[in-house]
């Protein structure tokens, strides 16, 4: 008989953690699992339920207002009761809809350092639902740290994130791309792929682009993504002067052309959990250059497999730019050792571990 798991978001927006939920939704043996994707908020263009179609895994919308939704309690016990899943597995805040029933279910995976992850509503919930045995898994070492402290417990298991190594890197999309976005072949193209929020703190980013390569024109920053701050984010770069060298890219569906058409990566985040969109970029042969927060430095082999910088220190980030930029060399030599690095990132080897994570958790829950 399969093992029934049940993915349990809030959104599915192309963004780290609904990836990781989307890959084992998609990737488990079908001959030995059923998944099914439970998303609080309704459907948008450009999420990643295509993939899930494309599969046939049923995906329910529970059509979520902003704030605590008290609605949700009701409508997810209904599409459990439906599936009838022998694992919940958990994201982000979403616990706090789980009835505590079926805590014994749970496996709720911490994407991000445990003291940012949820408020205190969502520690209170989380502490109860750890006692009753949900098991907790930490995407890094850091973050294992980050919710030994908090929550005084070691987590279940440690279980990277994983990308598809293999389909990561498009040489061919190099000129192409370039072409098609209006940039020449000698442009050095700095890339960042992610929410415009206060934790990738974009704002910092361009004053570290700025601070590096504002003398160099041949430099750009095309930034991936959208949110809160895509306004000041903009106001920002017109105040710097460089409207014409920071691009705005939006929401992207060609993330893997739009890497392999660059030159390195970069990331100014405030705290973060392990960025999938580091992953990403490794898989896609470039160096990395980003703040040391988080479990950024378990993935971020510093001089290696690319160059680190303290968080909010906007001058030795666009240092670090700048030393690659204007280096092609050892960009190559940064990017060869990122893309054999991210090899041991396979998302094969994340989904064998959750798969036999579930099936521990199943017969738990059977007993």
């Known amino acids: 008989m399969s093992i029934r798991v049940l993915e349990v978001l809030a959104t599915l927006r192309r963004a780290g953690a609904e990836q990781v939920a989307v890959s084992l939704a998609c990737g488990l043996d079908q001959a030995q699992f059923e998944t099914a994707v439970v998303s609080l908020y309704g459907p948008f263009p450009g999420s990643l339920e295509a993939a899930l179609g494309e599969r046939g895994v049923p995906v329910w919308h529970l059509g979520k207002r902003h704030g605590l939704d008290p609605r949700m309690w009701g409508r997810l016990a209904q599409v459990v009761d439906r599936f009838r899943p022998d694992v919940l597995h958990t994201h982000s805040y979403v616990m706090r809809y789980v009835l505590p029933p079926h805590y014994r279910k749970v496996v709720h995976t911490v994407h991000n350092l445990a003291e940012r992850e949820v408020d205190g509503i969502g520690r209170f919930i989380h502490r109860l639902a750890f006692?009753?045995?949900?098991?907790?898994?930490?995407?890094?070492?850091?973050?294992?740290?980050?919710?030994?402290?908090?929550?005084?417990?070691?987590?279940?298991?440690?279980?990277?994130?994983?990308?598809?190594?293999?389909?990561?890197?498009?040489?061919?999309?190099?000129?192409?791309?370039?072409?098609?976005?209006?940039?020449?072949?000698?442009?050095?193209?700095?890339?960042?792929?992610?929410?415009?929020?206060?934790?990738?703190?974009?704002?910092?980013?361009?004053?570290?682009?700025?601070?590096?390569?504002?003398?160099?024109?041949?430099?750009?920053?095309?930034?991936?993504?959208e949110g809160t701050l895509l306004e000041p984010a903009r106001q920002l770069a017109n105040q710097a002067g460089l409207a014409a060298r920071v691009h705005f890219l939006g929401l992207r569906e060609d993330v893997a052309e739009l890497l392999s058409a660059a030159d390195l990566f970069a990331l100014g985040s405030d705290w973060e959990g392990a960025p999938v969109a580091i992953l990403e970029a490794m898989a896609a042969h470039l160096p990395v250059v980003a703040t040391a927060v988080g479990g950024v430095p378990d993935l971020v082999e510093g001089a290696v497999t690319g160059l680190l910088a303290p968080a909010r220190d906007a001058g030795a980030l666009g240092r670090a730019m700048a030393a690659l930029a204007r280096d092609s060399q050892r960009r190559q030599r940064m990017g060869a050792a990122a893309a054999h690095r991210v090899l041991s990132f396979d998302r094969t080897g994340m989904i064998g571990a959750y798969a036999q994570l579930f099936a521990r958790r199943a017969r738990r829950a059977e007993g």
Not at 137 to 150: G, Q
Not at 167 to 185: T, V
Request: aromatic letters at 6%; hydrophobic letters at 45%.
């Open 131 to 225: 006692r009753a045995g949900a098991a907790p898994v930490a995407i890094s070492a850091a973050l294992a740290r980050s919710f030994a402290r908090l929550y005084g417990r070691e987590p279940a298991a440690i279980i990277p994130n994983g990308v598809d190594v293999g389909r990561g890197f498009r040489p061919e999309a190099r000129a192409l791309w370039r072409s098609r976005h209006g940039f020449a072949p000698g442009d050095c193209l700095v890339v960042s792929v992610g929410r415009l929020e206060a934790q990738k703190n974009p704002l910092h980013l361009i004053r570290a682009f700025a601070e590096g390569l504002r003398e160099t024109p041949a430099a750009h920053l095309l930034i991936a993504g």
